[in-house]
DNA sequence: TATGAATGAGTGTTCATTCAT
DNA sequence: GATGAATGAACACTCATTCAT
């Protein structure tokens, strides 16, 4: 449903996804090291693989690619966070491992993740526009996590200002790594925030144990 | 002390500074419109009231400008919230007035703050470790304030946290504004972000008031 | 004759014939539209109705193509002139007829003589050399009209000249229609021009009538 | 009073003048070797004589180029040709006169006139317009001629139809010299046209000269 | 000190043409 | 014979920077 949006001369639907997947991991890569702006699209191409008519044959613009990366990103988090919720039996511990597998993941995905902050601006409005909805989606998905494990406790403004407290938590950690990750190792990052909302939501943490899982995302 | 760093061909000091004042006034305009990447140095000249010739008397590259823009608004939130900054006779209300402030002064700044997010990266290692410096600084004064007003509640490792916390909070609530400021106000926002604070941190807010100063920053 | 010059990969002639109708059809309504610098082969293509891969296997470069073009519009214009011609009893009306008619087909085909006007010099000297020994055909099929019709009246250098201004008054009603069709109808057109041709050879022209044929061409 | 229309980053005036002036040379010298698509802007600036930066600088786009191009050769036209024109005292002669001027003139910029009959099309609407104004001012100094000197003998519509044809004949002569030249001097051609004109408005051409001055223009 | 014209390496993008399927 | 994905040379245009005045 999105890539209808960035239209190709090329037919060959099978084709064109797995171009634009080899555009946007090389496009990932050369953004992580010098930002989309210093980014040629020569060197794009080279990092997928192919030339530079290849390249134009599956968009139209420059602004295209970054487009693809937003949203790829945007998917790759998405669909991993969604794997980690489960609202079967909705409980605190439910509600504590999403929280940490959402860590977790922000941590994986550091830098994908400071792409999105530095470059959506470069965006046009509408394609902007778009990527924020999806944006919005998933603090969505933080937003029925927490209805649904801490129901009585929490008035619906208060569950919109948290799950938007854990989501910037969480990208904080990869876009202030430069002094959090000098204080902190990730595991006590993740139990001090957890603990911290926890107390604010009036919940006991379990006394004896930290909450970060062990085995990583 | 950080303006030295920067070479000029001009020998007087006074014009230096004036000259950069009008320079970085310019481009902190064009940056919010557009960004770093997207504002030529012709613009900013233009904008600045001289020649583009004249600019380069008083930088050496484009990046010098950002960076005096960067420092420039590091300077401001700095000096501001340092006027704010009491501690005579600390106490928790205190310390809700200092964050009070530090909120409002990022409404006001929300554009500026968001050039500092979008366009750090755009500096060399050097530069970009000097303003990382500088934001450490900040982070250490809402640490003074924290530790001065909480004094016995509260472990080393949770004073960073949490000024961590609130730094970046105040920060969101600009650069997220697209969808925070469609869900709250200003004061609820802050409002919301003292409660949660003061909870977990087992502080008793004053209840029946809101904790938001009326009378703006 | 033509079209044998422009090699093709395909051997069945009738295909061939075929194929590059379809592609002369569809160019000339594209360089009617954006000229021939300005119409992509894959817009040809698309607009004759098969696929690139295709096109070039009945032509060698794109400026083969333009020489199909400007032959065709040739073949057409001396196709439908010829038909008009009957030199069987010669007469002053006779002349003033096949003018007439002459004068009809550049209106019909004001934008194809345009193309011919303004894109020639873009074939290779070969081939402009061929289309400029076409265009001499048909001046002098003019010729031969003048001679046959004014026999004794006009020296053969006076033919030559006669017949030059014919054809290019012919021309001038399509590519200077912007001035000229404001200011008159076809009918004044051709009517005023063939009164002129007439006075400038001492040649009575029927006084009661026009001399434009009711039904045109 | 063209030239404002063309915006250029460079603001001393006769600079500008200057600098257009050897730009246009040099494109009008490359126009007629290749056309104005075949040429390249850096083509353009190394034949002017200056960087491509430079010419950029006095200029906004490629077709600017042309616009400056086809503007001065109507200005080179419509001077010389105004120089010529003296209606003190307008008699038949004068007239022939002003007509054999007109058609020396066409021979001498045949090539620019050329470029003027290939490449209007490729101008914007704007452009074009302005540039095919330019050109019914030039038919409508000839018309004046006319009216001037042959007062009595033609209807205003006969007028714009004869000074129409005067042009194109002046023309035509360079646009298609690959035929013309063969069959004729340019005394022959402009005596036959003269001829001829003078016949169609019953006017007695003097027996016993050319009416080509022996001098050229 | 101030100016602004000059520079040219670099960028996004196009498009005629080829060739494996 | 037909297809259309791949190629890369070529192009118009930009912009940070310099330097003569």
Redesign the interface.
Known sequence: MTDKQILSSVKDQELIEKRRTQMVQGAITLFKEK?F??TTTREIAKEAGFSIGTLYEYIRTKEDILFLVVDSIHHQVRDQLEAKINLATPSVANFVSVIQSYFHLMDDMQEEV?IL??EV??LKKESREYV?RK??DM?SMLERVIAACLPDEIAK??V???A??IF??GQ?WG??R???QK??TLE??ID??I???L????IKAQPDEGFTQKGGV
């Open positions: 930002g702006h210093r400071l902050y530095q601006k470069s924020l944006e919005r603090i403004q208060d919109e200002l948290l938007n407290n910037v938590q904080m876009f202030r430069w002094i959090l204080q902190f006590e990052y001090g925030q603990n911290y909302l107390k604010g939501l009036n």
